[in-house]
């Protein structure tokens, strides 16, 4: 906050969302270019997605937990159709 002269937490928070929006931006124009082996692009995208898993609620004791998300992804079965 100090380095940006912003001495609201709101304001601080709306800078936040705005340097992920444009690194999440930059991550996937570099992930469209051939330049990148296709490993390093999926790796990377998959730290930055968890990344923002973990850290984009905060403090917030209400939300789930990264032991919630990952149980329900590996333990909770999908609807059929037929």
């Keep these: 906050m100090n380095e940006n002269n ?10 936040i969302r705005m340097l992920v929006r444009n690194l999440w931006r930059e991550l996937n124009g570099l992930a469209m270019s051939k330049t990148i082996p296709l490993s390093v692009v999926k ?6 997605r968890t990344a ?9 004791q209400s939300t789930f937990t990264v032991d919630d998300c990952v149980q329900t992804l590996i333990f909770t079965s999908l609807p059929t159709s037929h």
């Design 43 to 48: 790796a990377s995208l998959n730290m930055a």
């Design 6 to 15: 912003i001495s609201d937490e709101n304001e601080a928070r709306k800078h």
């Design 52 to 60: 923002q898993v973990i850290y984009q609620h905060g403090d917030d």
